[in-house]
């Protein structure tokens, strides 16, 4: 299953595997306009740790992870 967010001008691309029943691994990647020299993740697949999550944890804890790390690229919001 699979889901696009977008955020502050950044796509946030999330992956869902099902481990068990009702049950899931989550990925996400971020895509962007930009490719900050020193950012190494961009556009490469990050396993959201603590799983396995229900199917509405998973999307949101991979949304709010992929919203963090554009916040860190580009700055908190004002």
Not at 15 to 43: S, Y
Request: proline fraction near 5%.
């Amino acid at each position: 299953m699979q889901r696009t967010i977008e955020y502050r001008g950044f796509e946030i691309h999330v992956e869902l595997i099902q481990t068990t029943k009702d049950m899931f691994d989550v990925w996400f990647r971020v895509d962007g306009p930009i490719k900050p020299a020193g950012v190494m993740a961009l556009g490469k697949l990050i396993k959201v740790r603590t799983g396995p999550f229900s199917r509405r944890w998973a999307y949101l804890v991979a949304e709010i992870s992929g919203q963090a790390a554009i916040d860190v690229i580009l700055g908190a919001p004002e």
